[in-house]
């Protein structure tokens, strides 16, 4: 069992910067990789990005890449989603989430967190 527990997001100009955090309960977090979703009104939820298990491959949705970093450190039971270069297109409520897959985790993750909005104004 993996509880999810969201930080960070709110309000910013286009251009700008947020910082997402998921933090983590459990001992058996390291073994699970994480992943970012986002969803927009109106829209299809969105794979955003994920990292392994251990850190070392991390995947980015097209729209994303080249602006936004993901990190996790097991150590503190957390994952952290650096959003850089904002656009408004990127407001959306955004979900962190596990699964003991690196795969699934980018489709059908077992585990959520509870959603922080980002909302970027232009």
């Known amino acids: 069992q993996v509880q999810l527990v969201q930080s960070g997001g709110g309000l910013v100009q286009a251009g700008g910067s947020l910082r997402l955090s998921c933090a983590a309960s459990?001992?058996?977090?390291?073994?699970?990789?994480v992943g970012w979703f986002r969803q927009a009104p109106g829209k299809e939820r969105e794979f955003v990005s994920a990292?392994?298990?251990?850190?070392?491959?991390?995947y980015y949705g097209d729209s994303v890449k080249g602006r936004f970093t993901i990190s996790r450190d097991n150590a503190k039971n957390t994952v952290s989603l650096q959003m850089n270069s904002l656009k408004p297109e990127d407001t959306a409520v955004y979900y962190c989430?596990?699964?003991?897959?690196?795969?699934?985790?980018?489709?059908?993750?077992?585990?959520w967190g509870q959603g922080t909005q980002v909302t970027v104004s232009s």
């Open positions: 989430a596990a699964d003991a897959s690196s795969l699934r985790v980018r489709s059908v993750p077992h585990y």
């Open positions: 459990g001992r058996t977090f390291s073994s699970y990789a």
């Open positions: 990292v392994s298990s251990s850190g070392s491959s991390t």
